[in-house]
């Protein structure tokens, strides 16, 4: 699952259920030191998606044979939750991830390409859905990709923080986001020390603190009631580098009908776009 700590590693174990066709269990800890709860004791959405992000890992490496050293460019990443499966009861979560895989292409006898759909399931409920789009490439070819940024970077934030609290953080370590003199535009924050959202040498910023930068951006753009993204799309056009200022944008949409706030931000460095991510809330102030 790529990561260097046990405790981070959600998937416990994996079985092929058809062609194509996975499950995966997983142990969502009551308590995490990142995936905190969201507001009402509900286990974090962003827990649910890196849950996904790994057992799409899992199932790559375990299931289909992709070697170890082989590299997952994830191009984009959807997921609904429902909120009220959420709940956290006493002691650590069991889940089944159903996992479906499509549209698979190969190359030089691994896979190249895929889809992921995926559905989370506690004690027997739909609690989350989800789609994953990637692609695999050997480690030459990344090379070859990435040229001379294909070495580990390294960046310590240089700018101040935001308000931990104004993200749901307690910890300036953990806030991605620097404010700027534009309104709803912030500069994102990297830290490669970061002993969670760094695991591994890393030569561009993970598109899963992108994800983390967008849901800190959407809780700036919304600062009237509490914003959890119980749904969202977040689709990655380039790597963002280490070294160049990456600048986060958030634009609160109308409401919906149903009481959805919704939220776009994207992310731009070099005059180029990075990233695109459209989260919504569901869940009542509390």
Avoid: N
């Avoid at 890196?50 to 289909?64: C, K, S, W």
């Avoid at 986001?177 to 591994?200: N, Y």
């Avoid at 509490?226 to 634009?251: D, K, L, M």
């Amino acid at each position: 699952m790529h990561r260097a700590r046990e405790a981070d590693a959600f998937p416990v174990s994996w079985t092929r259920t058809g062609d194509d066709h996975y499950s995966v269990i997983a142990h969502w800890p009551a308590e995490h030191p990142y995936f905190i709860p969201a507001h009402g004791h509900r286990y974090d959405p962003l827990l649910v998606t890196e849950t996904m992000r790994q057992a799409t890992l899992l199932v790559l490496h375990a299931g289909y044979g992709v070697p170890v050293g082989h590299h997952f460019l994830l191009e984009e990443l959807q997921f609904t939750c429902r909120m009220d499966e959420l709940a956290i009861d006493d002691g650590p979560g069991e889940v089944e991830v159903r996992v479906v895989c499509s549209d698979v292409k190969r190359a030089r006898g691994h896979v190249s390409r895929l889809r992921v759909d995926m559905v989370v399931r506690r004690a027997g409920s739909v609690a989350s859905t989800g789609v994953i789009l990637g692609r695999i490439i050997g480690p030459e070819a990344y090379r070859r990709i990435r040229g001379d940024r294909a070495v580990p970077g390294f960046e310590v934030p240089r700018t101040p923080p935001v308000t931990a609290s104004l993200v749901g953080r307690s910890y300036a370590e953990d806030v991605l986001l620097s404010p700027t003199p534009q309104d709803r535009m912030w500069r994102l924050r990297v830290d490669t020390r970061h002993p969670i959202l760094f695991q591994g040498e890393k030569d561009h910023v993970p598109g899963m603190l992108l994800l983390e930068a967008a849901r800190q951006a959407a809780e700036l753009g919304t600062p009237s009631q509490p914003f959890v993204p119980s749904s969202g799309r977040i689709s990655f056009q380039r790597y963002a580098e280490f070294g160049t200022p990456c600048w986060i944008r958030a634009q609160a949409l109308p409401p919906s009908s149903a009481g959805t706030t919704g939220v776009t931000i994207t992310g731009s460095q070099d005059d180029g776009a990075v990233f695109l991510a459209e989260l919504s809330s569901s869940l009542p102030a509390c």
